[in-house]
Nanobody
Framework: QVQLVESGGGLVQPGGSLRLSCAAS????????MGWYRQNPGKQRELVAS???????NYADSKKGRFTISRDNAKNTVYLQMNRLKPEDTAVYYC????????????WGQGTQVTVSS
């Protein structure tokens, strides 16, 4: 089992930046990849970015250039740096961990609210 705790959300003005953190605990040695997703009410949860244990990253096309995912293995933490934020980036952001391989068990954090508004 893996426990994930997100932090770093909040209210930011358009054009601003935020850095989200996701700290993992538990069976962290089994984590194959971690990712950030976001969801708005009535909409499907969508991928923002992901990173494998080996450091390979993947971004949703619309997030490339503004968002950067990174990891600190020593702290068992994954980050999402979000720059030039837009109102449409407003959502609850969730962290996900996949164990063993790309089809392994999935674990989710509780989510953190990001609101982009003036």
């Amino acid at each position: 089992q893996v426990q994930l705790v997100e932090s770093g959300g909040g209210l930011v003005q358009p054009g601003g930046s935020l850095r989200l953190s996701c700290a993992a605990s538990g069976s962290i040695g089994s984590i194959y990849a971690m990712g950030w997703y976001r969801q708005n009410p009535g909409k499907q949860r969508e991928l923002v970015a992901s990173i494998t244990r080996g450091g390979t990253t993947n971004y949703a096309d619309s997030k490339k250039g503004r968002f950067t995912i990174s990891r600190d293995n020593a702290k068992n933490t994954v980050y999402l740096q979000m720059n030039r934020l837009k109102p449409e980036d407003t959502a609850v952001y969730y962290c996900k961990a996949i164990l063993n391989n790309n089809f392994g068990p999935e674990y989710w954090g509780q989510g953190t609210q990001v609101t982009v508004s003036s």
